[in-house]
């Protein structure tokens, strides 16, 4: 008689976990309407970079951008920005994907196609904020499969004119000097523009059209000025910093 209950106990439980499931997945782990809003545009603006011509320089580099989910029960889907580089292969900042990419099954929005994607490569944490992604090629338009990003080689310089791209649009902006951040911050932090941008977003050379970078965070920016024969400083809003993808120790091969 005891091993029957023990057997209805466990039948129980199982359906009571079971319908705890089945409840999560069909009503709780629902996105909401404005997360379901924002998806649709997103993968909609991922599949007007191909179909529709750019109307600039700056607009072409658009082809590059992407988008990338991932997902969190009990959460809305996160989207954030990544930049394809050819072959399959998609590079962001590793915050965007999240810390356990296994378990939070990251997506790429890319060519209005929603890929699965795998991780190819990832620096150890609170190394280096990037991450590579790879997604199927031959599922991609062959506009995108025929392209490859180039890279911009030789040293970055202060006063650069950038272009920072996303699927929807591009914003300009330049390359600052470290030396108006904290001290503390400037040699970790030295691949600065003026003002932050989205995370995962790339960074391209104005003038040659060649990736420079993923935007990765936001740094405190300082204004310096002497006063009474001393050196004082104030907070003048943020800078953006971006991981640079030309060095060695962030070389681009997965």
Request: net charge positive.
């Amino acid at each position: 008689m005891l091993k029957r209950y023990d057997t209805i106990g466990y039948v129980l439980a199982f359906l009571a976990v079971l319908g705890f499931l089945l409840g999560w997945k069909l009503i709780i782990a629902r996105p909401s309407p404005e997360s379901v809003a924002e998806y649709e545009k997103r993968i909609q603006a991922t599949e007007a970079i191909i179909s529709a011509p750019a109307q600039s320089a700056d607009d072409s580099l658009r082809i590059y951008a992407v988008n990338v989910v991932h997902t969190v029960p009990f959460k809305d889907p996160f989207i954030g920005n990544g930049i394809y580089l050819g072959n399959g292969l998609v590079l962001t900042a590793a915050h965007v994907v999240g810390r356990w990419p296994s378990y939070t099954n990251p997506r790429v929005l890319i060519g209005g196609q929603d890929l699965p994607a795998r991780v190819s490569k990832e620096w150890a944490p609170g190394q280096v904020d990037l991450m590579f992604l790879s997604v199927d090629q031959t599922r991609l338009p062959v506009s995108l499969q025929l392209r490859q990003n180039p890279l911009c080689r030789g040293p970055l310089q202060v006063g650069m004119n950038v272009i920072v791209v996303y699927p929807e649009r591009t914003v300009r902006s330049q390359t600052i000097s470290p030396l108006l951040i904290a001290p503390e911050y400037r040699s970790k932090y030295s691949t600065l523009i003026t003002e932050p941008e989205g995370s995962g977003s790339g960074v391209f050379n104005a003038e040659q059209k060649c990736f420079m970078g993923i935007m990765s965070t936001k740094i405190v920016k300082y204004t310096y000025q002497g006063e009474r024969g001393r050196v004082t400083s104030r907070a003048n809003g943020f800078a953006g910093y971006f991981v640079p993808v030309s060095n060695g120790r962030n070389s681009v091969t997965p």
